[in-house]
C-alpha cells in the first residue's frame, strides 16, 4: 500500500508540474505529458481503490 501512495504522490507531481507549464508558458508538448500523466494517476487512483477496499475488508 504504501508503494502504491508513493507511485500516486509520483504521478501526480509529474501532472502538477507539467499542468503548471501548460497554463503558465502554454507548453503544448507540456499538456501533453500531463494528460498522459492524468491517465496514469487515474490507474493509480483505481488500484489504489481496490486495495483500500481489500484491507477494509479484513
Known amino acids: 500500500m504504501e508503494s502504491l501512495i508513493n ?3 509520483e ?3 509529474a501532472f ?3 499542468a503548471v ?4 508558458k502554454n507548453n503544448k ?4 505529458r500531463a ?3 492524468s ?5 493509480l487512483m483505481k488500484e489504489f481503490r481496490k486495495v483500500s477496499l481489500e484491507q ?3
Do not use: F, H, P, V
Not at 21 to 24: I, S, T, V
Not at 39 to 43: A, D, G, H, S, W
Open 16 to 18: 502538477r508540474a507539467d
Open 56 to 58: 477494509s475488508k479484513q
Open 7 to 9: 507511485a500516486i504522490n
Open 11 to 13: 504521478a501526480y507531481e
Open 39 to 43: 491517465l496514469e494517476l487515474e490507474k
Open 35 to 37: 494528460r498522459k500523466a
Open 21 to 24: 507549464l501548460q497554463q503558465e
Open 29 to 32: 508538448a507540456a499538456g501533453t
